[in-house]
């Protein structure tokens, strides 16, 4: 599963519609519907979180759990940080932001919050 421009970096198309928390066995990614549903768990803080780690480890081990748990901390702290220090969205890409959100079903997670424009444009604003 890959997005945006990896995917062109290893000229892979993708369709971003189907981004939305499933994948096949033809993304060729050990356990990757319980590294998805960790993920997942991960950036909302929600109460499966205890569940997808017990899954994650059966799957890939504590080691592997733990590596997939540093990873989504990184990525996570990258957004608190820039969130934080005053960093936004280009003003060009907001609408751009927003339908990319839409089509990969990330308007659901709370950083939305963090982007009141492009909340703003997804709830049917301008």
Not at 18 to 37: F, Y
Not at 73 to 82: G, H, M, Y
């Amino acid at each position: 599963m890959l997005l945006s421009l990896s995917s062109s970096a290893v000229e892979v198309d993708i369709d971003l519609n189907s981004v939305q928390g499933t994948v096949s066995s033809s993304d060729g990614i050990p356990a990757a519907q319980e590294l998805l549903n960790f993920t997942d768990s991960v950036h909302r803080l929600d109460s499966t979180l205890p569940s997808t780690r017990a899954d994650l480890v059966e799957a890939v081990g504590e080691e592997g759990m733990i590596d997939a748990a540093v990873i989504s901390s990184v990525f996570r702290s990258l957004n608190i940080t820039a969130d934080s220090s005053g960093i936004r969205i280009d003003d060009d890409w907001e609408s751009a932001a927003a339908g990319f959100a839409m089509q990969t079903g990330a308007q659901t997670y709370r950083t939305l919050e963090n982007s009141p424009k492009v909340k703003s444009i997804i709830n049917g604003g301008a």
